[in-house]
């Protein structure tokens, strides 16, 4: 679990990321589920993009994720979400100390 003071400085980051993954309207598929776990296994923070063709919820959408993956949800803002998930083999991304 992170702390806000962690969420914050995560939300910094995550203002400078494009999104590098998107969720069309096909919805959450397998494949999408993958794409997000290799992502935060290489870059730990993950952005997602619903295109408008979606009838997804983002933050229902990232909370179930996150779920999944043992992630931690940092933001959901419109029709993007932010992910994350320390790596432990490719650790890139000091936090703030709890």
């Known amino acids: 679990m992170i702390t806000s003071k962690q969420r914050s400085?995560?939300?910094g980051?995550?203002?400078t990321t494009d999104p590098t993954v998107y969720i069309g309207k096909q919805g959450l598929t397998e494949n999408i589920?993958?794409?997000i776990d290799t992502g935060l296994y290489c870059r730990e923070l993950v952005k997602v993009k619903i295109q408008e063709g979606?009838?997804?919820s983002p933050k229902e959408t990232a909370n179930e994720i996150a779920e999944k993956?043992?992630?931690e949800f940092v933001q959901a803002i419109g029709r993007k979400?932010?992910?994350y998930r320390e790596s432990k083999d490719n650790k890139q991304i000091e936090l703030p100390r709890k």
Do not use: D, P, Y
Request: proline fraction near 0%; charge should be positive; include cysteine.
């Open 9 to 11: 400085f995560l939300r």
């Open 13 to 15: 980051l995550a203002q």
């Open 33 to 35: 589920v993958k794409e």
């Open 54 to 56: 979606c009838t997804l």
């Open 69 to 71: 993956l043992g992630a």
């Open 81 to 83: 979400f932010t992910l």
